[in-house]
């Protein structure tokens, strides 16, 4: 068997074991390449795995345009959750619409807006949840395992791509005629709101364009937990 031919079957497996030990389980996809490998892998075994993506309202359209190609490619529809909208018109009046440029402080209070708290609520009365991460993605994601205890939402929390490399994911897609997000032809190999992420160079890193004017340990937005600690979002002052 091949190499990817076994993180593939050992990743149906645990997806299987997340379906039958872990329901209601739900996936957090946020429609990039490592998240459509997941889609396939659940919607063409027809696990109970509901997937949702959290409709920040600073999507790119590339991204909000794989909802359609879900939909079209296998008849699921994604579920979306958006941020309050008194939260982010409060931010907005208070701050700009950009201040997230400003601090850090100012960018994890409105990633906590428009991800964090939607994310709670997606998240709310399941015993598990999968995402697409993976090891290599990030120095913050170095001790990544495939499946952790997720205390900050009192759940289970599952990466079955922990293992994977790039090239397995591109390796998948491409070997099965799954659809990908074309922001991925545009030099985005990782993908989150539109002002937050630019293109990236050959060679650098490949969350270099994510919050590219932070420091790497930073570039979290809050929905996970980092070697073992919970990253704190600071209250913003007034
Ligand atoms: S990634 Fe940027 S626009 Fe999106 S929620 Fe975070 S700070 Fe706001």
């Known amino acids: 068997m091949s190499e990817l031919n076994a993180l593939i079957q050992s990743t149906q497996q645990t997806l299987e074991r997340i379906a039958r030990d872990f329901t209601p389980a739900v996936f957090a996809s ?3 390449a490592e998240d459509m490998v997941l889609t396939d892998l659940i919607l063409k075994a027809k696990l109970p795995i509901a997937i949702f993506s959290l409709e920040t ?3 790119h359209a590339e991204t909000l345009a794989m909802l359609d190609k879900v ?8 579920a979306l959750y958006r ?6 018109e409060a931010y907005v009046a208070q701050n700009g619409l950009n201040a997230f440029y400003d601090s850090v402080d100012m960018r994890k209070e ?8 939607p994310l709670g609520r997606a998240l709310a009365g399941n015993k598990a949840w999968v995402t697409g991460q993976r090891r290599a993605q990030a120095a913050t994601r170095t001790s990544l395992m495939v499946e952790e ?3 900050a939402h009192f759940m289970t929390k599952f990466n079955p791509l922990a293992d994977w490399s790039e090239q397995d994911v591109w390796d998948y897609l491409r070997g099965n005629g799954v659809p990908y997000n074309a922001l991925h032809d545009k030099g985005f190999p990782s993908i989150g709101c539109e002002p937050c992420t630019r293109a990236i160079e050959p060679g650098e890193d ?20 980092v070697d073992g600690k919970l990253i704190r979002i600071k209250p913003v002052a007034a």
């Not at 941020?83 to 982010?88: D, I, L, R, W």
């Open 83 to 88: 941020p309050q909208p008194e939260a982010v």
């Open 149 to 151: 205890d997720d205390p």
């Open 57 to 59: 309202g600073r999507l």
């Open 30 to 32: 946020s429609l990039a």
């Open 71 to 78: 939909k079209e490619n296998y008849g699921y529809e994604i």
């Open 206 to 225: 490949v969350r270099a364009g994510r919050w590219w004017w932070e420091n790497p340990e930073s570039k979290e937005c809050g929905l996970h937990v």
């Open 110 to 117: 409105c990633c906590r807006i428009r991800k964090v708290e």
